[in-house]
């Protein structure tokens, strides 16, 4: 019996910004309901690599399929109704500050769902419900909240219109441990509760290691270790090794400038 | 030659921006005429737009017709012209200065807003964010701000060219000692409709470039604050320069003999 398809495909992924090559024939596979996490330091190409993915950039080369389909130089109405399997959690969460929170969360049910905005309200005071959030912050402006809360809006704008994949951008960067560790807990839940898919991409071991089923690093433009959570402290990979444990010294050098 | 060189490369980069603000402003044209359409939003631009800037658009049109009465007095009086000023005032304000002076000022209000606001919206992914959510960023930033600034500006220069006419009609009245009957009567004589339309026309022009140039600096901004200040910037100094220049192209086609 063959093994199914995966829900994301990417073969051969190349983007440069001028002489900068940051993806360089990248190959990833993400299966159907599985929460891979792609880790790797910091300009690695991890945010580049999601906004292939999603559209936001066009690589020069290779492919990516979202559910058997081609989703590179997709556009209109076409690329839209690939977008609206995703959502997405941004590192700064991203939130409309012209609009009050409910809004926020409900915004992909009002425009890209087209739902009535009292119904789309009450499915947005829901959503924020389930990441603990009050309705009493549905009336806030997005300037009125903590780097937790937003964090909170963020995901449950991600989750509410019931994506089949949601993408984590740095879900934990700027928070304190413990408000990260709620977070962690929020995205497991949430994806869980979906059944969507989920790819993450983080340089928070701690975050990488509780939300995945597999981890993925990404050096020097390419998947250079890929393989099930367990198995990441036996990887036998000495990139591996020296990011998740953090050393200075090792196969990674950092492009440290004297002053 | 190296001296050549900048000068070609500087040329090259002109044509550059030039087929890039082209494509851009091709694309939200397209956008604006094309369903779906957000008239909650378009309503909400027609009202930072054009409610919001009658104050400063006012202002400037009653100074300017009170200086142009002033002004056209002292020197119309050097070879006892001075009944001509109302005929003066009133094409002066409809033709160029109503329409000028408000894209001007509009540049520097609304073009700035809407580059700041876009440009924030750029460097902090929210744009990215829209993307996501399957909502084209053209449709909803920029196409009802295009709608906004192309319907409002004739409005608000209307406003601008009774406002300004009535600055000349004060100062000539109860300054200069005019008669207002006979003010009122040249002021309305004189004036023609090509004149009016002209500067309606100049007005609607102007008011999509003002926002054209907010949106595709705020648009493109790149970096943080820095990059959103120089985006600010470029739109408000980019849209007084094509105001200046399409005011010349425009006149030039309603009243080259």
């Not at chain 1, 556009?75 to 969460?93: I, P, T, W, Y």
């Not at chain 1, 367990?230 to 990887?235: G, H, M, P, T």
């Not at chain 2, 919001?52 to 049109?61: D, E």
Request: hydrophobic share 45%; net charge neutral.
């Amino acid at each position: 019996m063959s093994a199914p398809a995966p829900k994301i495909r990417i073969r051969g992924l190349h983007k440069s910004f001028k002489k900068n090559v940051v993806l360089d024939g990248l190959d990833l596979d993400v299966g159907v309901g599985e929460s891979v996490v792609v880790i790797g330091g910091s300009g690695s190409g991890k945010s580049v690599l999601l906004k292939c993915i999603l559209g936001l950039l066009r690589p020069e080369s290779g492919s990516i399929e979202v559910d058997g389909q081609e989703v590179v130089g997709l556009a209109g109405r076409e690329r839209d109704r690939v977008l609206r399997k995703f959502g997405m959690l941004f590192q700064s969460a991203a939130l409309f500050d012209s609009l009050p929170v409910w809004e926020n969360v409900a915004f992909g049910l009002i425009q890209g769902a087209r739902k009535d905005r009292d119904q789309a309200k009450e499915i947005a005071l829901d959503k924020m419900a389930a990441v603990g959030l009050g309705p009493e912050v549905g009336e806030l402006s997005p300037a009125e909240l903590s780097g937790g809360m937003r964090k909170r809006v963020g995901l449950a704008r991600a989750i509410a219109t019931a994506p089949e994949i949601i993408f984590f951008d740095e879900p934990t960067t700027g928070l304190d441990p413990i408000m990260g560790d709620v977070i962690n807990d929020l995205i497991i839940k949430c994806v869980r509760e979906l059944g969507a898919t989920a790819l993450s991409i983080t340089h928070d071991m701690t975050s990488a290691r509780k939300i995945a089923d597999r981890i993925a690093m990404l050096y020097d433009g390419k998947i250079i270790w890929a393989g099930p959570v367990a198995e990441i402290d036996s990887s036998g990979n000495a990139y591996v090794e020296q990011f998740i444990h953090g050393r200075a010294e090792g196969p990674i050098e950092m492009q440290v400038r004297a002053i | 030659m190296p001296i050549l060189q900048p000068i070609g490369r500087t040329f090259l980069r002109f044509l550059e921006a030039t087929g890039h603000l082209s494509l851009f402003a091709a694309t939200a044209v397209g956008h604006c005429v094309r369903p779906p359409i957000y008239p909650r939003l378009i309503g909400r631009q027609m009202i930072a737009i054009g409610y919001y800037s009658l104050p400063v658009v006012g202002l400037t049109a009653i100074f300017t017709g009170m200086v142009l009465a002033l002004q056209s007095y002292t020197g119309f009086a050097r070879f006892s012209a001075e009944s001509a000023i109302p005929n003066v005032v009133v094409i002066s304000i409809t033709r160029e200065l109503g329409p000028v002076l408000a894209g001007l000022m509009v540049a520097g209000r609304v073009g700035a807003a809407i580059a700041a606001e876009i440009g924030t919206m750029r460097v902090t992914e929210q744009i990215d964010a829209l993307d996501t959510l399957a909502t084209n960023p053209f449709k909803y930033l920029i196409a009802p701000r295009l709608i906004a600034g192309l319907t409002m500006m004739p409005i608000l220069v209307l406003i601008a060219d009774i406002i300004g006419v009535f600055g000349g009609y004060v100062v000539s009245i109860y300054k200069l000692g005019f008669n207002p009957y006979v003010y009122l009567k040249h002021t309305i004589d004189f004036v023609e409709v090509q004149d009016v339309v002209s500067g309606l026309v100049k007005a609607g022009v102007f008011g999509f470039l003002v926002t054209l140039m907010g949106c595709y600096h705020g648009y493109n901004s790149k970096g943080g604050a820095e990059g959103v200040g120089a985006a600010t910037t470029n739109a408000v100094v980019s849209a007084s320069i094509l105001i200046l220049c399409f005011n010349y192209f425009i006149t030039e086609m309603f009243f080259a003999r």
